[in-house]
C-alpha cells in the first residue's frame, strides 16, 4: 500500500533526467528525492525576487545545481521582497527579526533528508533547473 504510493509520486534519479534531457524540446517536470542539499548561493535578491542556489545529490550520486523558485521562498519565508523593502522603511524590527528567524529555518530545512522536489528542467539545460515545490515525503504519502 505505502509502496504503491510511493510509486505514483513518480520520482526519478537525477542521472536519469540527464540521460533523457538531451531528446527534450519543452521544459519538463520531475521529482527527485534529494540525499543531500548543499546551499551554494545563500538568499539574497535579484530584480526584485527572492534567490537562493541549491546543489542537490540524490541516490544515483548525481547532482545538479538548481534555483529555488521565487514563489517557493515567499511561501517559506512568508514575505515577498517588495514586503521585507516596506518593513526596513517603516523600521518594524519585530517583523523583520521573524523574516529572518524563518530564513534561517528554511536554510535548515533545505538539509534535510526527506525532502521530494518538483523540478522544472529546461531543455538541452539552456538554464539552471528551478525548484518549484519542495515537500516532504511523509506528506506526500500520506496525501497519494
Same mark, same amino acid.
Given at each position: ?11 526519478? &534519479?537525477?542521472? /536519469?533526467? #540527464? =540521460? ?9 517536470? %520531475?521529482?527527485? +528525492? ?10 539574497g535578491i535579484y ?32 514575505? &515577498?521582497?517588495? /514586503?521585507? #523593502? =516596506? ?9 523583520? %527579526?521573524?523574516? +529572518? ?44
Open positions: 500500500m505505502i509502496i504503491d504510493r510511493y510509486c505514483r509520486l513518480k520520482i526519478v &534519479t537525477i542521472a /536519469d533526467i #540527464v =540521460r533523457q534531457s538531451r531528446f527534450w524540446i519543452v521544459k519538463q517536470y %520531475r521529482m527527485i +528525492q534529494p540525499l543531500l542539499c548543499k546551499i551554494t548561493r545563500s538568499l530584480d526584485h525576487c527572492w534567490t537562493l542556489v541549491l546543489r542537490i545529490t540524490d541516490d544515483s550520486m548525481c547532482s545538479v545545481e538548481c534555483i529555488v523558485h521565487n514563489n517557493v521562498l515567499v511561501e517559506f519565508l512568508g514575505c &515577498t521582497v517588495n /514586503d521585507c #523593502v =516596506r518593513l526596513r522603511e517603516t523600521n518594524d524590527l519585530r517583523a523583520l %527579526r521573524q523574516c +529572518q528567524s524563518r530564513a534561517t529555518e528554511m536554510e535548515r530545512i533545505v538539509q534535510r533528508m526527506d525532502l521530494v522536489m518538483l523540478v522544472e528542467f529546461p531543455p538541452l539545460y539552456s538554464s539552471a533547473p528551478s525548484i518549484v515545490k519542495i515537500s516532504n515525503l511523509p506528506s506526500l504519502l500520506s496525501t497519494s
